[in-house]
Structures are given as C-alpha cells and as structure tokens.
C-alpha cells in the first residue's frame, strides 16, 4: 500500500475554541451539531486506522485572531507529546500593515511550516468567508505573503474560480513562496459554465510554478462523498497540474459530517488507481512532505 501524508486535517477542543460554542451559524459545509464538540488526536488517529496515513498536517481553525499563537502552541504541545501531527499551518494576519511580528511568534514553533488566511469570496454570504472579493489583489496582501519567503513558510491559498486570475498574479509576485492551492480551487458550480470557469482559472494557476493544488474538501458542497465527483474533480486536477504538483487532503473532521475516512481514503485511491505508481505515490505522500518540509 503506498503510504499517505494527510495534508490537510484539523484537531480541536472547545476548550480553547470559544466561538464553537456560541450561537450555531450557517455554514459552507452544512450543520454541524455532530462535530461541535472535541475532537482530539486520539479520535484522529482511530479514524484514520487501516488507510496507510503516516504523516499528518494540521491546517488552522480560524480562533478569534488575536488567538492565532495560542493555536499554534496548542497543537505544537500536542504533537510533543503524541506524535501527531508532523507540520502546522498557522493562521497570520496578512491584512495588518506589516505581518513580520506575526510570522516571528509563529516562528517560535518547531513544527510551522505556512501560514494561511482565507481569502475566498462568493456572491452567496454563506460560501463568503473574506471582506470583499479582491481581497487578494490588495497591496498589502502582495506584499506581506511575499514575506513569507523569508521564514522558509508556505501559503495555503483559499479561493473561488473567479478569484484565480489575481491569486495567480498573487503567486507570480511571490516566486519564492510555494502556494498550496485549497480543495482543488473549490468548485462549486457545477454547471457547465461553472465548471469551464474553474477548468481556466485552474490553467491559469498551474502556470505558476510555485502552486500546488491540494486535493482535499471535495465533499464540501455536496455534502456527501461521492466518489464520481472525486475522480472527476482529482482526474481532471491532475492533468492540469500534474502529479508531482498535487497532493492529498481529508479535510477531517469537516468531512466525518458524511462519511467515514476509510470510506474517503477509498474514494481518492480509486480516483488515483489510472496513475502510475510514481504519479500516486506523489498525490499521495512526496508531495506533502516536500511542500511541509516534513521529516521522513
């Protein structure tokens, strides 16, 4: 079996997620009563029993802002004393006039490896996550992801099809950062328009040689796994991108809303069977740990 990196999962405990219990608000990814709750290392690890995952990434959770350290030291205490995860994705302020001392406290902790601040827009208020839509053409954003290069950090960028166009000259003005590209530019739309918009802001994207798409959260507007959907959205990702430029992400516990990991694991697998064993084995473990400088 080839062995699979997690590139994009979450941990969490209401402990120190105050806002998961406050009144419940629609959601990208529908209701969320069943996972309003802990969901701690231990259940991550049972979850993901018997699918092949050695090595995990743990992707921010949005804690209120002026939280984003304690995040981070949370889940690097974890991984000292379970194991798990192997690489961080923090959250930065990348609006603030200069995000440096941001990126020198997240700098602190061994495991960071790149930040993310999600920067998606949609007509629909509850698919809208950033102020306004060209969020990611502003200056300040240029020139503060550009930054990141100095810190050896990554950038998780979270997008819409409309959006790809200023996310790729995002990526072309910050050549020495590497942009991990969130559930495959999130397609939505699944009309014929939709998809040809996604299919050219993707070919847009993939121009930059310093993107990678993150095949993860392919459930999201479904809510369902469906593993059609899966090897259409992974197949088509793939060919755009290439495998060496693709990896793997469970978006867990989001997806645990509808299915099961073993179920999910399954879906990507087969989705992937068509690939030779070099293209699979990227999608599925080289690429995550090159990206998130993982140790072997």
Same mark, same amino acid.
């Given at each position: 079996? $080839?062995?699979?990196?997690?590139?994009?999962?979450?941990?969490?405990?209401?402990?120190?997620?105050?806002?998961? *219990?406050?009144? *419940?608000?629609?959601?990208?990814?529908?209701?969320? =009563?069943?996972?309003?709750?802990?969901?701690? $290392?231990?259940?991550?690890?049972?979850?993901?029993?018997g699918s092949g995952v050695v090595k995990s990434v743990y992707v921010q959770t949005n804690w209120p802002p002026e939280r984003y350290e304690n995040e981070a030291a949370w889940v690097q205490r974890t991984a000292d004393a379970t194991g798990w995860p192997n690489a961080i994705v923090a959250y930065a302020?990348?609006?603030a006039p200069d995000v440096r001392p @941001?990126?020198?406290? #997240?700098?602190? +902790?061994?495991?960071?490896?790149?930040?993310? *601040?999600?920067?998606?827009?949609? =007509?629909?208020?509850? +698919?809208?996550?950033?102020?306004?839509?060209?969020?990611v053409a502003d200056p300040a954003i240029r020139r503060n992801v550009g930054r990141l290069a100095d810190y050896g950090f990554s950038f998780d960028l979270q997008v819409f099809a409309p959006q790809m166009a200023d996310a790729a000259e995002l990526a072309e003005s910050c050549p020495k950062v590497t942009f991990v590209l969130q559930h495959a530019g999130m397609l939505e739309d699944l009309t014929p328009a939709g998809r040809a918009e996604w299919r050219a802001g993707m070919?847009? #994207?993939?121009?930059?040689?310093?993107?990678?798409?993150?095949? !993860?959260?392919?459930?999201?507007?479904?809510?369902?796994?469906?593993?059609?959907?899966?090897?259409?959205?992974?197949? =088509?990702?793939?060919?755009?991108?290439?495998?060496?430029?693709?990896?793997?992400?469970?978006?867990?516990?989001i997806e645990k809303l509808w299915t099961s990991y073993?179920?999910?694991? =399954?879906?990507?697998?087969?989705?992937?069977?068509?690939?030779?064993?070099?293209? @699979? @084995?990227?999608?599925?473990?080289?690429?995550?740990? !090159?990206?998130?400088?993982?140790?072997?």
């Open positions: 079996m $080839i062995p699979v990196v997690d590139g994009h999962h979450h941990i969490w405990r209401q402990a120190d997620l105050p806002w998961l *219990m406050g009144p *419940m608000q629609p959601r990208i990814f529908g209701p969320y =009563e069943p996972i309003r709750r802990d969901y701690p $290392i231990s259940e991550y690890r049972a979850d993901l029993e302020d990348f609006a @941001q990126l020198d406290r #997240l700098a602190r +902790y061994p495991l960071v490896r790149g930040a993310r *601040m999600q920067l998606h827009w949609h =007509e629909n208020p509850q +698919y809208r996550f950033a102020s306004r839509r060209d969020l070919v847009r #994207l993939s121009a930059c040689e310093n993107v990678v798409s993150k095949l !993860s959260g392919l459930g999201t507007f479904l809510h369902r796994n469906d593993p059609a959907h899966v090897a259409g959205i992974v197949r =088509e990702t793939v060919g755009i991108f290439g495998a060496r430029r693709c990896l793997f992400g469970s978006n867990f516990p073993a179920a999910l694991i =399954e879906a990507y697998r087969d989705a992937l069977a068509a690939l030779p064993a070099k293209g @699979q @084995q990227a999608v599925l473990h080289d690429t995550a740990m !090159s990206v998130y400088r993982i140790a072997p």
